[in-house]
Nanobody, 114 residues
Framework: QVQFVESGGGLVQPGGSLRLSCAASGRIFSIYDWYRQAPGKQCELVASITIAGTTNYADSVKGRFAVSRDNSNNTVYLQMNSLKSEDTAVYYC??????????WGQGTQVTVSS
């Protein structure tokens, strides 16, 4: 089992940057993801990272967001640059165990507005 504690969200102007952190307790999982959900929209997979550091991104954030992880302290990061109003959402970290149990962070609000 794992518990996540997220931090780093907030209000930022368009074009600005934020860095989200997700500290995981318990064992280290092979893959960690970042999802987001905007009001009235479906939950969207934003980025994934494997334990080896292989990353994948949604087309909407490629070139602007970067996911990373520190396995020594079991923390995942999402660096978000060139933020747009459409990036406004609640962001969640996520993982899944071998039994297909899903684990989610509590969510952190990101608001991009002038």
């Amino acid at each position: 089992q794992v518990q996540f504690v997220e931090s780093g969200g907030g209000l930022v102007q368009p074009g600005g940057s934020l860095r989200l952190s997700c500290a995981a307790s318990g064992r280290i999982f092979s893959i960690y993801d970042w999802y987001r959900q905007a009001p009235g929209k479906q939950c969207e997979l934003v980025a994934s990272i494997t334990i080896a550091g292989t990353t994948n991104y949604a087309d909407s954030v490629k070139g602007r967001f970067a996911v990373s992880r520190d396995n020594s302290n079991n923390t995942v990061y999402l660096q978000m640059n060139s933020l747009k109003s459409e990036d406004t959402a609640v962001y969640y970290c996520h993982t899944r165990d071998l039994f297909s149990n899903d684990y989610w962070g509590q969510g952190t609000q990101v608001t991009v507005s002038s």
